[in-house]
């Protein structure tokens, strides 16, 4: 049992298994998440669990192993490279070519073959896999698995003839981690509730409010924005998406008042000339005092967002307070917004956006280690350390047809924990501007208020 301690307080070292709030494949939200895939990577780790395995089983029953695909592939390979158990591969789909078999090797029909899994939960995996075995002609009769989440699974299949060896079970493990002083007894005991089938109660993450902001941001612009959204009572940003220098101006003037940034998209403007065009709207911007935030969007190497920063037309480096940049070109792509607060888009709220769970995280990553990243946009909560700014917020949720989708503001302040939010069409769309935009204030801040 020792050895299988220390093995196990070694493992724990890669990270396999997290404690906190996670919402499983099924929609429950388990307070613990179990990833054994790390453990391939480490050869020596993986050769001492194929052997930690091998030493719970009778080995003589057994004439073939097979793995799970795909997390267990790996250990039912190192457990044959150590039993000398030949190895068999299934896959998790037949190939659309060739001979199209589901099992891959060198086998007999009558053979007993033992079955490799990772993790059992429920064991509908394990159910589904095995019939493809079967139907090969094989036996199978005995499943090892290295984590038991002791949550019905083990139950089902021995309830159905098949023999479950565990090198672990999650209760196991919540008292070897307690007695190292890894895991808290609150944690133990929400773990067990869990476990009984219990709904768990999780602590809910108290947002930080804009004065508290105030004093962990560290870029000048955030400061401002926040500065403004308390000054002004206002989380509003409104965005300006009209074709012409009038239309801008007049927009302008009539939301200004209501707003802590103006959204703008300068190579939509028809008419644009730098004098008539900015100048004005910047003199609007200091007398309504609001920020100006050009959606450019920049996803391009760094040297060239350079220059489409600070050269060109636009010359965006000398008024924009706050511009946008997609993060798809890496970290130093950012490095030569020196003049403006950068907001990452880390994900978009159009129907069927390619920005998903692995980008946004990756997205993530660089937006709260770079200095000039104020915050993101996205339709998903961010660090606190990221100002939150969503888009597509509607007074009703709804689409417009063209795979925008609308969030109300107290779905993105209570759900989300946005810091700001972005009103487009429901404004300037509107029969009138200033009474539309002083409804949004209105909302988003009461919305905000709600939420702390």
């Known amino acids: 049992m020792e050895s299988k301690k220390a093995f196990f307080l070694q493992t724990y070292e890669l990270d396999i298994i997290k404690f906190g709030r996670f919402t499983l494949k099924s929609g429950i939200e388990s307070p613990?998440?179990?990833?054994?895939?790390?453990?391939?990577?480490?050869?020596?780790?993986?050769?001492?669990?194929?052997?930690?395995?091998?030493?719970?089983?009778?080995?003589?029953?057994?004439?073939?192993?097979?793995?799970?695909?795909?997390?267990?592939?790996?250990?039912?390979?190192?457990?044959?490279?150590?039993?000398?158990?030949?190895?068999?591969?299934?896959?998790?789909?037949?190939?659309?070519?060739?001979?199209?078999?589901?099992?891959?090797?060198?086998?007999?029909?009558?053979?007993?073959?033992?079955?490799?899994?990772?993790?059992?939960?429920?064991?509908?995996?394990?159910?589904?896999?095995?019939?493809?075995?079967?139907?090969?002609?094989?036996?199978?009769?005995?499943?090892?698995?290295?984590?038991?989440?002791?949550?019905?699974?083990?139950?089902?299949?021995?309830?159905?003839?098949?023999?479950?060896?565990?090198?672990?079970?999650?209760?196991?493990?919540?008292?070897?981690?307690?007695?190292?002083?890894?895991?808290?007894?609150?944690?133990?005991?929400?773990?067990?509730?869990?476990?009984?089938?219990?709904?768990?109660?999780?602590?809910?993450?108290?947002?930080?409010?804009?004065?508290?902001?105030?004093?962990?941001?560290?870029?000048?612009?955030?400061?401002?924005?926040?500065?403004?959204?308390?000054?002004?009572?206002?989380?509003?940003?409104?965005?300006?998406?009209?074709?012409?220098?009038?239309?801008?101006?007049?927009?302008?003037?009539?939301?200004?008042?209501?707003?802590?940034?103006?959204k703008t998209h300068m190579d939509i403007i028809t008419d644009f000339d730098y004098d008539q065009t900015l100048l004005p709207l910047i003199d609007l911007a200091a007398r309504h005092n609001f920020l100006l935030m050009e959606d450019r969007k920049f996803a391009d190497i760094g040297s060239t967002q350079e220059l489409q920063y600070s050269q060109g037309t636009y010359k965006i480096s000398n008024w924009a307070d706050l511009i946008t940049a997609q993060v798809i070109g890496g970290y130093q792509s950012l490095d030569f917004f020196h003049n403006s607060g950068v907001i990452a888009i880390i994900g978009m709220s159009s129907s069927g956006t390619l920005t998903d769970a692995q980008y946004r995280e990756e997205a993530t990553k660089i937006a709260v280690s770079h200095p000039n990243v104020i915050g993101g946009v996205s339709q998903h909560a961010l660090p606190s350390e990221l100002l939150l700014f969503t888009p597509g917020v509607n007074l009703e949720s709804k689409g417009d047809g063209k795979g925008q989708q609308y969030n109300t503001p107290e779905h993105v302040f209570k759900n989300l924990q946005s810091d700001f939010i972005i009103v487009g069409r429901g404004i300037f769309k509107s029969d009138n501007p200033e009474k539309a935009a002083l409804s949004y204030k209105m909302a988003g801040w009461n919305a905000y208020l709600e939420s702390l």
């Open 32 to 262: 613990f998440y179990v990833d054994l895939r790390p453990l391939a990577s480490d050869p020596k780790i993986l050769k001492q669990l194929a052997n930690h395995m091998l030493d719970i089983l009778p080995l003589d029953n057994f004439d073939l192993i097979c793995g799970v695909p795909y997390a267990a592939l790996p250990m039912a390979t190192a457990m044959s490279l150590e039993s000398y158990l030949p190895l068999i591969i299934k896959r998790k789909e037949a190939k659309a070519h060739g001979t199209k078999k589901m099992i891959e090797g060198i086998y007999h029909k009558g053979q007993n073959c033992l079955l490799v899994e990772d993790v059992i939960t429920s064991g509908q995996s394990l159910l589904e896999t095995i019939p493809e075995i079967e139907d090969q002609g094989l036996k199978v009769s005995d499943i090892v698995v290295v984590l038991d989440r002791e949550q019905g699974g083990r139950e089902l299949l021995e309830s159905k003839g098949y023999r479950v060896h565990t090198l672990f079970t999650i209760t196991e493990i919540c008292k070897i981690l307690s007695e190292e002083g890894k895991l808290s007894q609150d944690e133990v005991e929400r773990i067990r509730e869990f476990l009984k089938g219990n709904t768990v109660e999780f602590a809910k993450s108290q947002r930080l409010s804009y004065e508290q902001k105030i004093e962990t941001v560290g870029h000048s612009k955030s400061k401002k924005l926040l500065e403004l959204a308390l000054e002004k009572q206002s989380n509003l940003i409104a965005s300006a998406d009209v074709l012409t220098t009038k239309e801008l101006h007049e927009l302008a003037e009539r939301v200004g008042p209501h707003i802590v940034a103006l």
